[in-house]
């Protein structure tokens, strides 16, 4: 069986919301439909039509095992060597679940993407393992009872098992990496994610009055939504001449949809903030050409909604611990964010200013990696094609 008829398979634990992770998979089934190579994804469980975010067929296999970390970590187990044992064909395993439940079971070879590590991961017990509390992140954590500590320890150790039984980590920032070395003592590569398109280097900037503000993300609390707001009403109440000018538009769902709308109000920005809810993909397109300014104050994994604007000719501000920052400093098109502490509001200022004086017509925007590049450098790693497909 040769690299490419072998087929492929992609895991994720668990689709329950389209993030990051499941972005990540449909880029690499596109890939690798456009080149013929017959892949699979497999999940323990979705509860959302994934497919409606896909362009192309997608082949899903829910595996339907009973909530229990056992029975979870054998139907894995059984679905990993049902495969041809080749090295062409060792499975993909996304995010830390997949690591935990290959630390419960042992497994075939595989590949271990991780997109998230347990600092970023707000639902994660592993943090509070006083095995795991070394990593300088951790230490500001409240302490636990014992009870729970004991579960985290438990919870972390399993991790750490599945992860060293990878023959391969991928990690998408040298930060993730670097936690992922202290945590687990594996050394990850890293392969940055990349968008679907990239507009040529010279897209002129927009003009438009008013200029408009836009943010794309789920409307969730680490996503702070409300920083943006907040520092919107101090641009606002520090501007003079140019009151008038602007507008935030915000695309995404979430469980802070109604206080988000009231914060706006509560701040006088109900006239200024729109609130799109989910867009289809043609909407989101249309939005994005018409913002003038892309907001991302989040600390993100990586963060491809900036790249998404930037390779659109959109000024973006980013914290400067979101993963993309990595790639992002020092260029005129790009704020670095570190707080809510007034950066954001200043950034805002400067970005708006430049705005104005049309500083950004002209300006070669940075160049930024492409989803078909990324899922090519996946394949690589995986030893899943031969040179002369990528």
Same mark, same amino acid.
């Given at each position: 069986?040769?690299?490419?008829?072998?087929?492929?398979?992609?895991?994720?634990?668990?689709?329950?919301?389209?993030?990051?992770?499941?972005?990540?998979?449909?880029?690499?089934?596109?890939?690798?439909?456009?080149?013929?190579?017959?892949?699979?994804?497999?999940?323990?469980?979705?509860?959302?039509?994934?497919?409606?975010?896909?362009?192309?067929?997608?082949?899903?296999?829910?595996?339907?095992?009973?909530?229990?970390?056992?029975?979870?970590?054998?139907?894995?187990?059984?679905?990993?060597?049902?495969?041809?044992?080749?090295?062409?064909?060792?499975?993909?395993?996304?995010?830390?679940?997949?690591?935990?439940?290959?630390?419960?079971?042992?497994?075939?070879?595989?590949?271990?993407?991780?997109?998230?590590?347990?600092?970023?991961?707000?639902?994660?017990?592993?943090?509070?393992?006083?095995?795991?509390?070394?990593?300088?992140?951790?230490?500001?954590?409240?302490?636990?009872?014992?009870?729970?500590?004991?579960?985290?320890?438990?919870?972390?150790?399993?991790?750490?098992?599945?992860?060293?039984?990878?023959?391969?980590?991928?990690?998408?920032?040298?930060?993730?990496?670097?936690?992922?070395?202290?945590?687990?003592?594996?050394?990850?590569?890293?392969?940055?994610?990349?968008?679907?398109?990239?507009?040529?280097?010279?897209?002129?900037?927009?003009?438009?009055?008013?200029?408009?503000?836009?943010?794309?993300?789920?409307?969730?609390?680490?996503?702070?939504?409300?920083?943006?707001?907040?520092?919107?009403?101090?641009?606002?109440?520090? =501007?003079?001449? &140019? /009151?008038?000018? %602007?507008?935030?538009? #915000?695309? $995404? *769902?979430?469980?802070?949809?109604?206080?988000?709308?009231?914060?706006a109000i509560e701040l006088g920005l109900e006239d200024r903030t729109i609130f799109l809810g989910?867009?289809?993909?043609?909407?989101?397109?249309?939005?994005?050409?018409?913002?003038?300014?892309?907001?991302?104050?989040?600390?993100?994994?990586?963060?491809?909604?900036?790249?998404?604007?930037?390779?659109?000719?959109?000024?973006?501000?980013?914290?400067?611990?979101?993963?993309?920052? =990595?790639?992002? &400093? /020092?260029?005129? %098109?790009?704020?670095? #964010?570190? $707080? *809510?502490?007034?950066?954001?509001?200043?950034?805002?200022?400067?970005?708006?200013?430049?705005?104005?004086?049309?500083?950004?017509?002209?300006?070669?925007?940075?160049?930024?990696?492409?989803?078909?590049?990324?899922?090519?450098?996946?394949?690589?790693?995986?030893?899943?094609?031969?040179?002369?497909?990528?």
């Amino acid at each position: 069986m040769n690299q490419a008829s072998a087929e492929k398979i992609i895991f994720i634990p668990f689709i329950d919301a389209f993030g990051g992770a499941e972005r990540l998979v449909l880029d690499l089934s596109r890939f690798l439909h456009e080149l013929d190579v017959p892949h699979r994804v497999a999940c323990f469980k979705q509860t959302i039509d994934v497919q409606q975010y896909s362009d192309r067929p997608l082949d899903i296999q829910e595996l339907l095992p009973k909530r229990n970390p056992l029975l979870e970590a054998k139907a894995l187990k059984r679905l990993l060597k049902s495969r041809p044992l080749t090295e062409a064909a060792q499975p993909l395993l996304f995010d830390l679940k997949s690591a935990f439940y290959s630390g419960l079971a042992p497994s075939v070879p595989f590949v271990l993407h991780l997109t998230d590590p347990p600092s970023l991961l707000p639902a994660d017990l592993s943090k509070y393992a006083p095995s795991a509390r070394r990593f300088a992140d951790f230490n500001r954590l409240p302490t636990v009872n014992a009870a729970r500590a004991m579960r985290a320890e438990l919870v972390h150790r399993l991790n750490r098992r599945g992860a060293r039984r990878a023959s391969k980590v991928i990690a998408m920032t040298e930060r993730i990496r670097q936690e992922l070395r202290v945590l687990y003592n594996v050394d990850a590569v890293v392969v940055r994610p990349g968008v679907s398109t990239r507009e040529p280097a010279s897209t002129p900037i927009r003009k438009a009055s008013p200029l408009r503000m836009l943010s794309v993300s789920r409307l969730e609390p680490n996503k702070r939504i409300d920083w943006i707001l907040r520092a919107l009403a101090r641009v606002r109440d520090e =501007e003079r001449t &140019n /009151a008038g000018d %602007w507008k935030f538009e #915000v695309v $995404g *769902n979430g469980t802070l949809i109604e206080s988000l709308k009231n914060l706006a109000i509560e701040l006088g920005l109900e006239d200024r903030t729109i609130f799109l809810g989910h867009l289809s993909d043609e909407q989101l397109a249309a939005a994005y050409a018409r913002a003038n300014l892309f907001l991302m104050p989040a600390v993100q994994g990586y963060g491809l909604p900036a790249l998404e604007a930037l390779s659109r000719g959109i000024p973006t501000i980013v914290h400067k611990d979101s993963g993309v920052s =990595e790639i992002l &400093n /020092a260029n005129f %098109w790009v704020e670095i #964010v570190d $707080g *809510n502490n007034g950066s954001l509001a200043n950034a805002i200022t400067v970005m708006l200013n430049r705005l104005r004086k049309d500083e950004f017509i002209g300006c070669i925007t940075p160049v930024v990696p492409t989803s078909s590049e990324w899922a090519s450098n996946i394949c690589r790693e995986c030893g899943w094609l031969p040179a002369s497909m990528m």
